[in-house]
């Protein structure tokens, strides 16, 4: 079909409206409440435009094609209805651009350059708005407000939670929060983008440049799996704010908060500016010079079979791979990055944090089980897909040990003890193997036996799984298992099982993990068992788990707090009995430094080259946006020159882009299909007892290095000292609900906290937030806790 | 009183009996029998929406549109669920008909939702009353409805005919811009009232989404008698164009103010004796017809009119609601338009820029006029706002600010300049 704009002709389909139109042509039409990826509102009516034949303008956001209609963008109407807007909208706004932040880039100032009036001819007092405060990440400046509701609709449909809304009318009428809460959505951030005016602006980067002087530079997100591209703004080698970066495959034009504002711990007080070494007992900054001297003389030969490695899964590949192959090289066989897994099995699983779907595509998933995951919070990007799933009418039920808040409705969810989750998936494989009995399309996949001996008959007539089993025989549908149970005991195994049920359901599988390279690691064979490309090892070294309980005599730590090892105090031990305690590091912690004998300064991602792997499996590189950190050094450059030091023949002109060369070479020509082996697949009896658990993850804003130390992401975590119990629990520990205190044992240690009593918790769970420092002082998640009256 | 004017015969029927609202009156006069004999017949859906066309009903609320044809734009063969709303959230100033009708003949009302909502197939009517009519208005609708369920003639199986229709009342919070039909959807939906942008239009996409019918108060409560005496005799009251009764709700200054429910066409200055003539036998100076919202005409004009959707519209202003404001020659029309600039400041829904800021901007100006503050500079850039306000929002709440000052200004401009040269 056609229609004619500014008599040229356009073809278009059927719904299409002008404004889709003109901008899929280059025709500018200028708009304030029209955004692509929200409703229309037709509200600002600044796109207004002439139809032929009509003697009013239309607003061509809201105003449907007609085949063979004619209409003007240019003409006389359009121009006078387009500058008659302009001058309402000016009257109450301040001309105070010299002192907005969103000058520049606002879309007003742009307008009013075109269709705005030399002087203004109103001359009353402008509408003045009392400024709330919403939160640490927005600052807000609603006088400026020009009343387009793309923050309320953004809220509605976007984000999934409806924070802001258009209160009063007529002039009076103010876009503000309900009672003025603050704002809560992990995606809060988008809003200061779509804001097309100065009301809603970063709060991070409040006042502290203009838009002009700023350098853009491509990045890809360090946190969550998913590998969100963002644009890195840079003034003075300070990283100024952080955007979204369109790739409609990932993160469309969105961004998570945790993305978006984590640059502020870059130039945080813990920054290492120098190799530090304990020199006399006291810790002094040395040269680099020094500090090579220094590796040199304490990892010698006698020890490569008592040292071990630890690297984290939010560095780079090229740091990952360049890391085990210095370790390697030195015969160095203790690798690993599985810092936070609680327990390891003899199971070979290859199951590694992947997704068997593109992420685009899961807004096209019918149904969806997701076991025990914040998703909401944990990967918002990913909750942002399966919200568009749902909002395409997918069924989500899930299975999980805490009632998460989500932005999404679930058609079905079972709250468990962490303990019973085990036994919930396999009755669902139970009653998956008697309804696939006679399906030929499995290839005789058979549950393996030590599952099968397993089985109650349970599963065939509790109607929860049966509902969830259901959904899941749908075309096109997905488990998902959250990152948080890498703490459970039995992660191996719910990967395992998990996996087992998308066989029988013939569902997609992710398993969803919390640091952005996670896929890389394993891809790099930072692990005791498997080299570059998943092949096994020759040489198998000890996991993480092993090399703390052997106390050895040198550990190498690379880019880790302590606090991010799931057995933090047996770690801590073992490290102070070590002889030689190295670490490559951002940040350090005054408390962490006791640990070490060396710790040498690391660029931060945003100070250096490299390469993720998200999920799905994409490979994405970016530049540094900085230069590093006073004497930081890039990852690559430091492990590049440790192999020289250590007499590896590199070739002078070795540089940055041949280490993607070679890792690539490895890892790309190695894509075979990996098989699970299954043979030394044990599992222990399952009981159910009753001792009380301890769950709960960390904070959104806790999960890495990077996130720990952002200052305004921090004002939003929840760190207070709180236990949250359900009534029944609670009642059966004989607790007194009347005194808001209890004391909490783990281990050996105790706590005195404060009580909530919270039915979102499971049965026998106590739920505690790791964020706290007491809390995490005590221990970890998923071990048994006992809890008393003060 | 002139004889020969037929008048309050048709919504306003009951108010010369006793009990004027109560059951058993409007059965008295005939009243269900229309919607009796549409059960007892199971007459088609399309012939009552012709025989509505047919008679010349234009709706009474304002803009005039042919009911019989607005009826017409539910697909009848869709499987959607259908709706029927009532306005009744009469607020516009002057307008006091549909209240009248509410309160003293309501069962005129449901008896003419009940044959609407069966010509269009809805199953669910509701009837949206502004928040003022809290009071006797209020009790009194409730009081219908009871009687009309205890009756069987609303809710299920209708006079065992397996027919059922439900009416709601609701009642607003005093919002004028919820008269707007699409606003009024929003509220009943539970949200702000903010009116929608059409396309889609409330018979395609209204009310929670469904194929939806908004009608005035008064043209649903005329429908009961067409169906009762026929489309003929309906169309050969009135005018050519403008066929049937009108009520109006006469105020200002005035002998009798009062609602008058006249056949359309009758010469205004037959309705100004109906009222009594103007109070303390002074010069007729101008008249708003329709409502605040429609423009002002000057008395002589005006006493050469007729009261029908033409002659207004050929005197430049527009029949409306009906509610005719007589000014008389003392009436300073600077203060007029002050008022009423100053009612659709406080009753703008905020949502579109035009409408939101224009009118604040109107009334400041006029504001700063009265006080004799005001500059020729001031004067021009008032007369330029209803020009860029009209015709460019999402609903006529923008047209029904400006049109007033565009008039005013138009016919008083001496009035307004007298103020301005005050300024020393």
Known sequence: ?790 | MKNNIKINELCYATLSKENPNSYETYVSIGGYSAWKKIIANSTKPKDIIDNIIDSGLRGRGGAGFSTGRKWSFIDQNSDEIKYLVCNADESEPGTCKDRDILRFNPHALLEGMLIASYAIGAKVAYCYLRGEFIDDVYSSVKKALKDAYQNKLIGKNILDSNICIDIYDLIGAGAYIVGEETAMLESIEGKKGFPRYKPPFPAEKGLFGCPTIINNVETLASVPEIINKGSDWFNKIGTDKSAGFKCFSVSGHINKPGNYEIPLGTPFRDLLDLAGGVKNNKKLKAVIPGGSSVPVVPGDIMLETNMDYESISNAGSMLGSGAVIIMDEDTNMVEVIHRIARFYYSESCGQCTPCREGTGWMYKIIDKIIKGQATLEDFETLKSIPHMISGSTICALGDAAAMPVESFIKYYEKEFLSYISKKT
Not at chain 1, 510 to 532: H, I, M, Q, R, Y
């Open chain 1, 1 to 790: 079909m056609k229609i004619k704009i500014n008599n040229k002709e356009y073809f278009f389909e059927k719904g299409e409206t002008i404004i889709q139109i003109a901008d899929r042509n280059g025709i500018h039409i200028p708009r304030f409440c029209y955004h692509s990826k929200l409703s229309v509102a037709a509200n600002c009516r600044m796109c207004l435009i002439e139809q032929v034949g009509i003697n009013k303008p239309l607003p061509a956001c809201s105003t449907p094609a007609i085949e063979n209609q004619e209409y003007f963008t240019n003409s006389k109407i359009a121009q006078d209805s387009q500058k008659n807007t302009m001058e309402f909208l000016l009257i109450n706004h301040p001309l105070d651009c010299p002192v907005c932040d969103q000058a520049g880039m606002c879309e007003l100032q742009d307008q009013a350059f075109v269709h705005g009036r030399v002087k203004s001819r109103y001359s009353y007092e402008k509408r003045v708005l009392i400024d709330y405060k919403i939160g640490p990440l927005i600052k807000t400046n609603m006088t400026r407000c020009i009343h387009c509701t793309r923050c309320v609709r953004y809220g509605e449909e976007i984000a999934g939670i409806k924070e802001f809304g258009a209160v009063g009318r007529g002039e009076n009428l103010e876009i503000r929060t309900y009672l003025s809460s603050a704002i809560n959505s992990p995606m809060s951030g988008n809003m200061i983008d779509i804001c097309p005016v100065g009301a809603l602006n970063a709060g991070p980067s409040h006042m502290k440049g203009r838009t002009w002087e700023l350098e853009e530079i491509k990045s890809i997100s360090p946190h969550d799996c998913i590998g969100s591209n963002m644009s890195v703004h840079v003034l003075d080698n300070n990283v100024f704010r952080v955007v979204p970066f369109e790739n409609n495959n990932i993160n469309e034009i969105w961004l998570s908060d945790r993305d978006r504002f984590s640059y502020e711990a870059i130039n945080h007080n813990e920054r290492l500016k120098k190799p530090v070494a304990k020199i006399g007992g006291r810790y002094e900054e040395i040269e680099w010079e020094q500090a090579f001297e220094i590796i040199k003389k304490n990892i010698d030969e006698t020890k490569f079979g008592m040292s071990a490695g630890f690297i984290s899964a939010n560095s780079t590949i090229e740091e990952q791979y360049l890391f085990q192959k210095w370790l390697r090289e030195l015969n160095i066989n203790n690798i690993d990055h599985r810092v936070s897994q609680n327990y390891f099995s003899n199971v070979d699983d290859n199951l590694f944090p992947k997704i068997d779907i593109p992420i685009k595509d899961i807004e096209k998933i019918n149904s969806i089980l997701l076991v025990d995951s914040n998703l909401t919070y944990d990967q918002p990007i990913l909750s942002h897909k399966i919200r568009k799933a749902y909002l395409n009418n997918a069924k989500i039920n899930t299975i999980q040990t805490f009632n998460y808040k989500y932005n999404f409705e679930t058609s079905e969810s079972l709250l468990i003890n962490p303990n019973l989750i085990i036994e919930i998936l396999i009755d669902a494989i139970e009653y998956l193997s008697v309804i696939t009995i006679n399906d030929k399309t499995l290839n005789n996949f058979s549950v393996p036996e030590e599952i099968k001996k397993n089985f109650k008959g349970k599963g065939l007539t509790n109607k929860k799984i049966k509902k969830f089993c259901g959904d899941l025989l749908f075309d096109n549908s997905l488990i998902l298992l959250g990152s948080n149970l890498k703490n459970h005991q039995d992660y191996e195994l719910l990967k395992i099982l998990t996996n087992i049920i998308s066989i029988l359901t013939k569902s997609h599988i992710g398993f969803l993990g919390d640091k952005c390279n996670e896929a890389g690691a394993w891809l790099t064979g930072c692990l005791p068992k498997k080299s570059v490309g998943l092949k096994d090892q020759k040489n198998i070294g000890l996991n993480v788990y092993e090399s703390i309980k052997a106390s050895l005599d040198t550990y190498i730590i690379y880019n880790l707090d302590l606090i991010d090892f799931y057995h933090y105090s047996d770690l801590k031990k073992s490290l102070s009995e070590a002889n030689f305690v190295l670490g490559f590091h951002s940040f350090i912690s005054d408390e962490d430094l006791n640990y070490y004998d060396l710790v040498l300064p690391l660029a931060t991602v945003f100070e250096s080259p490299g390469t993720f792997v998200n999920i799905e499996g994409e490979w994405q590189s970016f530049s540094n946006s900085l230069n590093p950190f006073y004497l930081a050094k890039e990852g690559w450059k430091i492990l590049t020159k440790l192999r020289l030091v250590f007499g590896k023949e590199i070739n002078n002109k070795f540089d940055y882009i041949d280490i993607i060369n070679e890792v690539e070479a490895e890892i790309r020509k190695n894509k075979k299909v990996l098989n699970i082996n299954l043979e030394n697949l044990k599992i222990q009896k399952i009981e159910s007892n009753t001792n009380l658990i301890r769950s709960g993850g960390y904070s959104n804003y806790f999960n890495d290095n990077i996130v720990r130390r952002a200052f305004s992401l921090n004002n939003v975590n929840n760190n207070k000292n709180t236990v949250s119990l359900n009534k029944k629990t609670l009642e059966k520990n004989n607790i007194d609900i009347e005194k808001n205190k209890v004391i909490i044992r783990q281990g050996e240690k105790s706590l005195l906290a404060e009580l909530i009593i919270d039915e979102n918790v499971s049965d026998n769970c106590v739920f505690m937030v790791n964020s706290n420092k007491e809390h995490y002082e005590l221990g970890k998640q998923y071990q048994q806790i006992l809890i008393e009256n003060v």
